[in-house]
């Protein structure tokens, strides 16, 4: 593990599908605001140090100083101390050689901080239409072929009858697959219901050609529940 990553880590950041850490919402939100300010700055045709933003406005954003030296660290941005006194013409700085924040500390985004921020929002965004698309999918029950899919996969195919896992696919089919039903099989003489559910329960998870779904009982003996595999 890169020291980008390990103090990533250490400061809450979770890592994405494709190895880069998605920041804690903090550092994010600190990172974005002063995207904004750079941006602002090219958009007046400003120096970037005319809008750069004080520590202890940042701080406002729940960052911490060791957020905020571990940015400055890895390079994503870059620190000076504010000169400026009334009545200047323009805001003046003088070079930070430490790590020892200031009041008058004051931060910008470097090109790499910009690079990083956007990676990282787009791999975000990413995972998390992925995420949605795998949430919107939905089972499919074709009774008449007995086949059940999931997407593109086809997860069982009944050779031979069955007639309660039938039930059970029937009956969430014909409810648009929610996340739960009631137990759909009617009872019988002298069997226990709830004994009956859970070997059916058992059965839709046994046998699957590609394990994609997982069915469970709802913990009360009256319910079934499924659920994707990842």
């Known amino acids: 593990m890169s020291s980008v990553s390990m103090h990533a880590t250490l400061l809450g950041a979770t890592l994405l599908g ?17 995207h904004l300010a750079r941006q602002t700055a090219r958009n007046c ?3 970037i ?16 100083f060791t957020d905020c030296r571990w940015m400055i660290c890895v390079g994503y ?20 050689t430490n790590l020892y924040l200031t009041p008058q500390t004051c931060l910008v985004l470097t090109d790499e901080g910009s690079s990083y921020l956007e990676s990282v929002l787009t791999a975000t965004e ?29 997860v069982k195919k009944y050779k031979l009858p069955a007639s309660n896992q039938a039930t059970v696919l029937q009956a969430f089919e014909e409810d648009g697959w929610p996340a739960r039903i009631d137990d759909p099989l009617p009872p019988k003489p002298n069997q226990d219901s709830k004994r009956r559910l859970h070997d ?21 003996g009256h319910g079934v529940c499924w659920e994707p595999l990842s």
Do not use: M
């Open 77 to 96: 941005v870059k620190q000076a101390i504010e000169t400026t006194l009334v009545g200047d013409p323009c805001r003046s700085f003088r070079a930070a």
């Open 18 to 34: 494709d190895g880069r850490h998605a920041l804690p919402d903090r550092i994010k939100h600190v990172l974005q605001h002063l």
């Open 126 to 154: 990413s995972e998390n239409a992925t995420s949605r698309i795998q949430l919107d999918e939905k089972p499919i029950w074709d009774r008449q072929r007995n086949e059940l899919w999931y997407g593109e996969t086809l």
């Open 45 to 47: 045709d400003c120096d």
């Open 49 to 64: 140090w005319d809008f750069a933003v004080d520590v202890p406005s940042l701080r406002e954003f729940g960052v911490s």
């Open 200 to 220: 059916t329960i058992n059965s839709l998870n046994r046998n699957q050609r590609q394990r994609s779904l997982k069915f469970t009982g709802d913990g009360t």
